[in-house]
């Protein structure tokens, strides 16, 4: 009997993406699978169903979904999708595969919730960042939409025009732009806004990314601190103490004041995003400037920073969008869709199932298998947030 995949129709609020687009869909089929597509599952991202059928995949009920795939893939599963994602529980069975983000090293609960499902669980944010996993990092893939998403949020927001003119009413300076974190979002903001026309900076406390930032056309910030211990494993940011980020803010005061625009992207994967702008650095800014927070889903980097919020202060603009992937949901879903068919077929192989534990990017990624949770970060988490939880309420 051929394997079954199967993708739902997104439930959290607002999600327009969807986990595979017609495309991926007929990649899996040529994999020996069978594929099936929730009705309407992907007509919010601008695929309609006429068009998985045409990539031979299946139309079925969510109820159909649930129970015929051996693997579910989403793009945001229970740990990602807290409140809506837990009527799909029941829906789950032992032994099927749910591949997804799933918040793995904040969402405690939800992770144990799914090992008592029975499910083997693959965390999407959890891919190890090495260079076979390239075509299956759906957190560069989003990332890399909501770089571009967020300056065109800030250039709307900037009561300035970004690139200079030569006009006959005289000439018009560049908006001048500053990022704040070269990862993959920080990168897209400063080819984004370079495209645009403005006179471009960006700071990383990673010296290493500063022939990445230069190759965009961008000024590399330097600032007088030690940064040797800043990038943890697989390439990531690393946390860093209190000192740091307070000497941080102090010699970055001087460069924001001289901003239109700041796009700030600095995340730290499992904890709260690094304040990096307080409020009094915010001040400092002209009237009419913005600051566009694309880390506020992990709290933002401004002190003033209200995720989901635009928050006017003293004539400056704080953008805190949320979700910034899902505004442009045609193709994160189609590079998210890419992602997830690439992963795929390290596991399925003329359409039957083999999860090789000695892979690092199967071990990296799977949660929760066997009816346990695996995953040695996570598992760590939870007995930590056990133990720090009244004797009642452990379950």
Request: net charge neutral; hydrophobic share 45%.
């Amino acid at each position: 009997m051929a394997l079954t995949i199967g993708a739902p129709r997104e439930t959290y609020p607002g999600e327009r993406r969807v986990a595979l687009t017609p495309r991926a869909s007929e990649a899996l089929g040529k994999l020996g699978a069978s594929v099936i597509i929730e009705q309407s599952a992907g007509a919010d991202a601008g695929f309609p169903d006429e068009q998985y059928v045409g990539r031979g995949a299946h139309v079925v009920s969510r109820a159909e979904v649930f129970q015929q795939s051996d693997i579910i893939v989403q793009v945001r599963a229970l740990g990602a999708n807290p409140d809506d994602g837990r009527a799909d529980l029941p829906l789950l069975r032992r032994g099927q595969l749910v591949i997804g983000f799933g918040e793995p090293l904040t969402a405690v609960r939800e992770m144990s919730d799914l090992a008592r499902a029975g499910v083997s669980f693959f965390a999407m944010e959890l891919m190890p960042r090495i260079t076979r996993a390239q075509s299956m990092d759906a957190l560069s893939s989003m990332a890399t939409i909501a770089g571009y998403r967020g300056v065109l949020l800030g250039a709307e927001a900037l009561p300035k025009i970004f690139p200079m003119l030569m006009t006959a009413a005289g000439t018009i300076t560049a908006a001048r732009v500053l990022v704040l974190g070269a990862g993959v979002a920080g990168l897209q903001a400063i080819a984004t806004a370079r495209r645009l026309g403005a006179v471009v900076s960006a700071y990383d406390v990673r010296s290493a990314v500063k022939e990445q930032i230069e190759s965009l056309g961008a000024k590399f910030v330097v600032l007088d601190l030690e940064t040797g211990a800043s990038e943890g494993q697989g390439g990531y940011a690393k946390a860093m103490d209190e000192e740091f980020y307070r000497r941080q803010r102090a010699a970055l005061q001087e460069v924001i004041r001289e901003q239109d625009v700041l796009i700030t992207t600095a995340a730290v994967p499992g904890k709260r995003a690094p304040i990096l702008v307080t409020a009094q650095m915010a001040s400092a800014m002209a009237p009419g400037s913005v600051i566009v927070d694309i880390a506020a889903e992990r709290g933002g980097n401004c002190e003033l920073t209200r995720p989901g919020e635009t928050v006017m202060h003293q004539g400056i603009s704080i953008l805190g969008p949320l979700n910034l992937a899902s505004t442009a949901p045609y193709h994160a879903s189609q590079m998210y869709g890419s992602n997830v068919a690439a992963f795929l077929k390290l596991m399925v192989k003329n359409g039957e199932l083999t999860i090789n534990r000695e892979d690092e990017i199967i071990r990296e990624t799977l949660v929760t298998h066997g009816g346990e949770i695996v995953n040695a970060r996570v598992s760590e988490l939870v007995g930590t947030t056990a133990a720090a939880m009244p004797a009642g309420e452990r379950r």
